[in-house]
């Protein structure tokens, strides 16, 4: 993506600022929110619904599955239209996917509502990131985005915290908890309308970019010039992401309820804390790296606490604390390292190629992941009656990790040693 080619001498106000940022956050909250409510309806839709393993992996996968192209040509969008106007279509969008969740009686509907919902929710992501950029360029712009990741990640937070939240919704079955994800939606809607309306005075005054660029392509031949530290980092970010977001989104609710005896409001409340954890960690986490000039190092030990920390899951009886704290550093420590690091690898004029192979790539993998791990579920027989069935799913979640630890060592041994790293800030 990029933002216009041409930045304004003035600046609207900084309240007019922090407003919209404001804003743009309570609509981001929505997006996290709702994209996370599957995982905490799992079992209910197993128990209730009858629906496979392989089908509530579905609704998670096909969120991701039309942004392997879309992402490709979001920020396309949101440069001829505007970051505003595209907030608000989108998060319009997504609303719609979550009333359909919500509302469908067949798992046709249900999963038409999660591609709708995954149609709007990531060009939403890349409407948000240049929202901000408008308002914040050249002014407290690290502050704000990193800001807004972490209001986003309370969205997760609060997801993962519903059925102690909304215990009478999950009381009541399957669908009320989704209707309140449908409701938050439409308070996300609000928001991405209040901030477009808000918008209109400084856009209309001149104080914001008003050219419409192009925005950054995709093109493959640029692929060429990538070097192999790259190539690792690409490796790592889709195996580290598809392990994490399959596993704690998708799975590890009804993984702690059946294989670990939690009830459902412990479960949610336990897997919650990885979140929130980030919420804190990941700002800190980058400013740490940015002091001490190291990256690689630390991207390798967060890659390492992942295979870990299912490790200490699957193969031992400790207290449920140890894993959820050593994922909760890896989510934090690898978001806050891999996107800085990219940046010293590439050159600035192919860095939009090679972010947005790194994202086509990610979903793609995200995808295939819950795919995987639900079909290895329902061929296994995984339930609360047969817990030893999720066996099968942790050794996939497992070595799926300790490949992206792999790649890892491999970045930090081509490009992450001190030497290298004092070349690239040159």
């Not at 993962?160 to 409701?183: C, E």
């Amino acid at each position: 993506m990029s933002t216009a080619a041409v930045m304004p001498v003035a600046q609207p106000g900084r309240t007019v600022a922090w407003v919209v940022a404001v804003l743009v956050a309570v609509s981001l909250f929505g997006n996290f929110y709702v994209y996370d409510s599957i995982g905490p309806v799992a079992d209910l839709l197993q128990q209730q619904r009858g629906f496979a393993d392989t089908q509530i992996a579905l609704l998670n996968a096909i969120y991701s599955l039309p942004n392997v192209v879309l992402i490709l040509v979001g920020g396309v969008l949101v440069d001829r239209f505007g970051a505003a106007r595209m907030t608000l279509i989108t998060a319009g969008i997504c609303a719609l996917g979550a009333a359909l969740t919500a509302f469908s009686p067949s798992f046709a509907g249900i999963a038409a509502g999660r591609l709708l919902f995954g149609i709007g929710a990531e060009t939403f992501n890349i409407a948000t990131l240049a929202a901000v950029a408008d308002y914040f360029g050249g002014r407290s712009l690290a502050l704000a985005m990193g800001a807004e990741l972490a209001v986003g990640r309370m969205g997760s937070y609060g997801a993962d915290m519903s059925p102690t939240w909304f215990a009478n919704a999950y009381a009541q079955g399957w669908q009320p908890p989704l209707v309140i994800a449908a409701v938050i939606a439409a308070t996300s809607f609000v928001a991405a309308f209040a901030y477009w309306w808000v918008d209109r005075g400084p856009r209309n005054a001149g104080l914001l970019p008003t050219a419409k660029s192009s925005a950054e392509k995709f093109v493959w031949r640029d692929l060429l010039h990538f070097g192999k530290a790259y190539w690792y980092l690409l490796l790592l970010c889709v195996l580290w992401y598809s392990v994490i977001l399959a596993f704690r989104s998708t799975f590890s609710i009804k993984y702690f309820q059946h294989a670990h005896g939690l009830d459902l409001a412990a479960a949610g409340e336990m897997n919650s804390y990885v979140f929130l954890a980030a919420i804190f960690a990941t700002p800190a986490f980058g400013w740490m790296c940015d002091r001490l000039g190291r990256y690689a190092p630390f991207l390798a030990f967060g890659a390492f606490l992942l295979p870990v920390s299912l490790a200490v899951l699957a193969l031992t009886h400790w207290s449920l604390w140890v894993p959820t704290a050593l994922i909760g550093v890896s989510y934090s420590l690898v978001p806050a390292v891999m996107w800085p690091l990219t940046s010293r690898l590439v050159a600035p004029n192919r860095f939009g190629t090679a972010i947005g192979l790194m994202w086509v790539v990610q979903n793609a993998g995200i995808s295939g992941a819950n795919l995987v791990a639900g079909w290895l579920n329902d061929r296994a027989g995984a339930s609360a009656a047969n817990p030893a069935g999720y066996s099968d799913m942790m050794w996939f979640f497992g070595l799926t990790s300790v490949a992206g630890c792999v790649f890892a060592l491999l970045l930090w041994a081509t490009a992450g040693r001190a030497r290298h790293e004092r070349v690239a800030r040159r």
